[in-house]
């Protein structure tokens, strides 16, 4: 009898360590890479602060921090990566966010950054305008951008 309910108890561990396994494996995925707003090589633009990306992409100002005109370029409105950017940089959510840049446009002061239909093209269209100033996944970064501020996922 002894030997038997070790077995059971063996078997029923068994078991136990095989669904943990099937369910830690079949969970889903999150990628948590890094954002890096970026900007090309012959910009003299070091570094920027997250309150200075946030003045260029809420409108609040149009120049990079050495006086230079900044052509600010986004995501689309449903894209998860400028869901997150605005989120890590302001603290907005996307309806906030849209919402920010419909009274703004209202008012026809200013117009929000021009959306790119994804990160390949963002990076794309900074790698070819010195006064471009985008945002992209930190592991897509290649020579020939430069990333002014990382901000952490």
Avoid at 54 to 79: I, Q
């Amino acid at each position: 009898m002894r030997q038997f309910e070790l077995r059971n108890r063996t078997r029923r561990t068994r078991t136990a360590r095989a669904l943990l396994l099937a369910a830690v494996l079949s969970a889903p995925t999150f990628s948590h890479a890094d954002i890096a707003v970026i900007v090309n090589t012959a910009n003299p633009v070091k570094q920027m602060s997250s309150q200075q990306v946030s003045d260029l992409y809420l409108g609040r100002t149009r120049n990079f921090p050495g006086g230079e005109y900044a052509l600010v370029f986004d995501l689309p409105r449903d894209d998860t990566l400028r869901e997150k950017f605005f989120s890590s940089l302001a603290g907005m959510s996307p309806q906030q966010v849209n919402a920010y840049w419909s009274r703004l446009m209202f008012t026809g002061q200013v117009l929000p950054p021009q959306p790119m239909p994804n990160d390949r093209a963002v990076l794309d269209i900074v790698r070819r305008n010195p006064g471009a100033v985008g945002y992209v996944k930190n592991d897509g970064l290649d020579t020939s951008v430069r990333a002014v501020l990382v901000l952490k996922e």
